[in-house]
């Protein structure tokens, strides 16, 4: 009987925070990792060197969104799972353009989850009932806007549209689910004033770091039933 291969799970923005300590918590369960960069940052000789496949690849294009899919099946005939973390956090203020802020919004939101998971589906099937996964990261503004980020909150509120899409086309062979968190971490430019702000937003007043999303991808990839839905993770924040 031929040995069942274990197909790699692929994060897209695996360079750093979020994305970074998920290929290394999915690499210390020997699953197998493919994950894109754009930045190579020296965590990716990191990744590397722990058994990761790591692409670069520059979501700011179609065309960089689709050669990305194209090394990716270069390299494996099935995937296990997509996540879909790769984002920027992009203000309006810091905008010499408005319309350059919303293309770049909805490009790395909207365009790269749309094409990818189009071109990838192929690899997402074939694994039986709930075989496959896939998961957008959102965020807690698609509930409730945002004043400052506002192209930001609206991609992720078509990337969340698309999470029951994708559901609707893909089940039941593959799971299509989002996460929307708020605080999760803080940038390392945040002053002290701005952490207190943001701590005070939430019921519980923590930035809870990358566990409370790893656990909660680690839940929807073992079940069988969950898909087309969203999961806060954002500490009672709308309950404020
Ligand atoms: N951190 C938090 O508190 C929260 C996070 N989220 C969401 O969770 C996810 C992870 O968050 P976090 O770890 O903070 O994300 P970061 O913003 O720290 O990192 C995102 C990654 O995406 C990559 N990326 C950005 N633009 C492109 C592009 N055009 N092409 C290819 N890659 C690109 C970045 O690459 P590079 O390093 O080269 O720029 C980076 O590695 C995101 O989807 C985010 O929106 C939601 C709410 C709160
Ligand atoms: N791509 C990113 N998206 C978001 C980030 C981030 O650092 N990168 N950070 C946030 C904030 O933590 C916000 O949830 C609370 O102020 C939102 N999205």
Known sequence: MG????????ITGGGRRIGLALAHHFLNLQ????????????????????GARCIAADFSTDNGILAF?????AHTDGLRAVLHNASAWIPEKSAT???????QMMQIHVNAPYLLNHALEPLLRGQGHAGGDIIHFTD??????????IAYAASKAALDNMT??????????VK?????PALILFNESDDAQYRQEALNK????????????IDLVDYLLTSCYVTGRSFGVDGGRPLR
């Open 3 to 10: 040995e069942r291969v274990t197909r790699p799970v692929l």
């Open 69 to 73: 899919a194209e090394t990716v099946k």
């Open 176 to 180: 299509v689910n989002a996460i929307a």
């Open 97 to 103: 353009s408005l319309s350059s802020v919303m293309q």
């Open 140 to 149: 807690y503004v698609v509930e409730k806007g945002s004043d400052k980020h």
């Open 31 to 50: 699953q197998p990792v493919i994950v894109s960069y754009r930045t190579r940052y020296a965590a990716i000789d990191g990744l590397e060197r722990a």
């Open 164 to 173: 029951r899409s994708f559901a609707r086309k893909l089940a039941p062979e």
């Open 202 to 213: 939430s019921l519980m007043k923590v930035a809870p770091g990358e566990k409370e999303i």
